[in-house]
T-cell receptor, first 120, second 112 residues
């Protein structure tokens, strides 16, 4: 099972709303990621959690607040967003973020289907 | 400053022929490379990867070639099928606790 699930699939919110995006994986992965993807652009990393601790924050504005309640769940809390925050938000997970197993293998990231967010 | 470059935004190939998607990188510290396939409105799907200690990795119809001296990798799909039509992202990473660096993607259209 290489499934990462995300809810909701679509979300429309006003600039004063508070909402949350949810991500779940049951592959026993210990690293989880949030990416933002605009149309015709590659995914842009936002946050990395490793063993339930925030390890990378790519200078994301504080109106985005990640949370990792346990090793299977990752949330992204949204508050006071701007219209330019409208994008596809992707969650991913990998076995670890470390250098990989012996023999040169690394840890592939598996992506969820994304949440299409529209800020009005 | 793009460290991973996919210079062809799009590619059209006839069904049954070979598709070759190219990717160049600038940072010689990258030690692992991945290809992802993305359909519209879906998340990227991992396709195939290659470590910098290898020059070829094959998985069914998909083969990735790595030329370290040229800092170039390519994904070969043979034979191409209409279901392969998607955007293909090349990604790279350093060893250690580092995130993936993605290229801008190449849109492949396989024509029946």
């Amino acid at each position: 099972d290489t499934e990462v699930t995300q809810t909701p699939k679509h979300l429309v919110m006003g600039m004063t709303n508070k909402k949350s995006l949810k991500c779940e994986q049951h592959m026993g992965h210990r690293a989880m990621y949030w990416y933002k993807q605009k149309a015709k652009k590659p995914p842009e990393l936002m946050f990395v959690y490793s063993y339930e601790k925030l390890s990378i924050n790519e200078s994301v504005p504080s109106r985005f607040s990640p949370e990792c309640p346990n090793s299977s769940l990752l949330n992204l809390h949204l508050h006071a967003l701007q219209p330019e925050d409208s994008a596809l938000y992707l969650c991913a997970s990998s076995q670890d973020t470390g250098p990989g197993l012996a023999g040169g293998r690394s840890y592939e990231q598996y992506f969820g289907p994304g949440t299409r967010l529209t800020v009005t | 400053d793009q460290q991973v470059k996919q210079n062809s935004p799009s590619l059209s190939v006839q069904e049954g022929r070979i598709s070759i998607l190219n990717c160049d990188y600038t940072n010689s510290m990258f030690d692992y490379f991945l290809w992802y396939k993305k359909y519209p409105a879906e998340g990227p799907t991992f396709l195939i990867s290659i470590s910098s200690i290898k020059d070829k990795n094959e998985d069914g119809r998909f083969t990735v070639f790595l030329n370290k001296s040229a800092k170039h990798l390519s994904l070969h799909i043979v034979p191409s099928q209409p279901g392969d039509s998607a955007v293909y992202f090349c990604a790279a990473r350093y060893s250690g606790n580092t995130p993936l660096v993605f290229g801008k993607g190449t849109r492949l259209s396989v024509i029946a």
